[in-house]
C-alpha cells in the first residue's frame, strides 16, 4: 500500500500505534501542534517541527527567499502560539542541492534572521546535508506558563467555537497564482504571519486552542476528536473578506471551500465557556463566533442555511491532489 492510499491522518495513527514512550515527564506527545513536557514548577516545555520543500511548500517563482526564511520560522512559532506559549530556541536543518547559490542562502537567512529577532528566538544550531529538492526543516523550542496551556483535548461541551482574522485568502491567493492571474490575496499566500501576540492574550481564556494550517474542518475535528466531543460549525458566520471573496470568484471556486479545507491561513481557532466570552473585549482584536461544542453522538457538522452538512478533512499532503 501506498501513503497515497493512507492518507496523512491514518499515518499519524500507524505511526502513533507503534511508539512507546519512557518518560514521565511526557505531558502530551504526538497529537497536538506541540510535544509537551515537564520543565519546571510553572512552565512547560514546548517542541515542534515542521519541514518546507521546494515545489511542494514553496515555489521560487513565486515567493522571494526572504518569504520562504519567514515562512518556516513563523509557521513553527504558529503551533507554540496554538499551545498558549511563546518560542525561544530553534534549530535549523538545510537539504541543498550542490548547485545551490550561496546567494540564496544569504537571503533565505535574511528572512529567518528578521522573523527570529521579532519574536527574540535564538537560533541555537542545525544540520547542513546535500540532496535534490531545498528543504529547510524548523525544530522550534517554546515554554508555555502551566496554567495557560492550551491542548486540543481542553474543549468543553456548550464551549463556543471562534476564529481569530479571516479564512481562506492564503488559499486563494495561492490559486491565483496557479491560474496566472492577480489580487490582493496573494500577499496573505507569500507573506506568513503568525498570531503568537494574539495567542499569548487568548491563553488566559480559552479551553482548547489549535492554528489553521490545512483548514477550519479539519482543525475543529482534531479538536473534537482530542476532546471526545462533536460540534457544530455555522457556514453563513465563517469569516471571509471581500478581497478573497473576489479574488476566489476569478477561479471559479467557492471561497467557503477554501475556508474550510484550504489551509496555511495560520489563524487561531478556540474553544472558550460562554461566560468568558466578554473577557475576550480586553484583547483588542477580531474574533468570530463560528460554531459550538456539542456532545460526540450529535456529530461534527456543517450547518448550512439550517441543513446539516458532513464535514471532512481538509488538505492532506498524501491524498490531496495540488
Ligand atoms: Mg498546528
Not at 7 to 27: H, N, R, T
Not at 46 to 64: A, G, I, R
Request: net charge positive; hydrophobic share 35%; charged share 25%.
Amino acid at each position: 500500500m501506498k501513503v497515497s492510499n493512507l492518507g496523512e491522518i491514518e499515518l499519524i495513527k500507524k505511526i502513533s500505534k507503534g511508539i512507546k514512550l519512557f518518560s514521565k515527564d511526557i505531558i502530551k506527545g504526538i497529537g497536538d501542534d506541540t510535544a509537551v513536557l515537564k520543565f519546571d514548577k510553572k512552565h512547560y516545555l514546548l517542541l515542534t517541527t515542521d519541514t518546507l520543500v521546494e515545489d511542494d511548500h514553496f515555489n521560487l517563482s513565486w515567493f522571494t527567499p526572504e518569504q520562504v526564511g519567514k515562512k518556516a520560522i513563523e509557521s513553527n512559532i504558529s503551533d507554540i502560539a496554538a499551545m498558549g506559549g511563546f518560542p525561544k530556541y530553534t534549530l535549523i536543518s538545510l537539504i541543498l542541492p550542490k548547485n545551490t547559490n550561496v546567494n540564496f542562502i544569504n537571503k533565505l537567512y535574511n528572512g529567518i534572521n528578521k522573523s527570529s529577532k521579532k519574536y527574540k528566538i535564538s537560533i541555537i544550531g542545525g544540520n547542513l546535508t546535500h540532496g535534490k529538492n531545498i528543504s529547510i526543516t524548523v525544530n522550534m523550542i517554546g515554554i508555555v506558563e502551566k496554567k495557560n496551556l492550551c491542548l486540543r483535548s481542553n474543549a468543553k461541551i456548550n464551549d463556543l467555537i471562534l476564529v481569530t482574522g479571516n479564512l481562506g485568502a492564503s488559499r486563494a491567493g495561492l490559486e491565483l497564482l496557479r491560474n496566472k492571474k492577480t489580487g490582493k490575496s496573494i500577499n496573505n499566500y507569500l507573506n506568513t504571519k503568525c498570531k503568537l501576540n494574539i495567542g499569548r492574550k487568548l491563553s488566559n481564556y480559552v479551553n482548547a486552542m489549535e492554528d489553521v494550517s490545512d483548514g477550519l474542518s479539519s482543525e475543529v475535528l482534531n479538536i473534537c476528536s482530542e476532546s471526545k466531543t462533536g460540534a457544530v460549525i455555522y457556514k453563513e458566520k465563517i469569516p471571509i473578506n471581500k478581497t478573497t471573496i473576489n479574488d476566489t470568484k476569478k477561479v471559479n471556486k467557492n471561497p467557503y471551500d477554501y475556508a474550510l479545507y484550504g489551509g496555511e491561513d495560520f489563524e487561531l481557532v478556540f474553544t472558550i465557556n460562554k461566560n468568558k466570552f466578554e473577557k475576550l473585549n480586553k484583547i483588542k482584536s477580531d474574533f468570530t463566533i463560528v460554531g459550538k461544542i456539542l456532545s460526540k453522538k450529535e456529530g461534527v457538522y456543517l450547518l448550512d442555511k439550517g441543513k446539516k452538512k458532513k464535514l471532512g478533512y481538509g488538505y492532506d499532503q498524501f491524498k490531496s491532489k495540488l
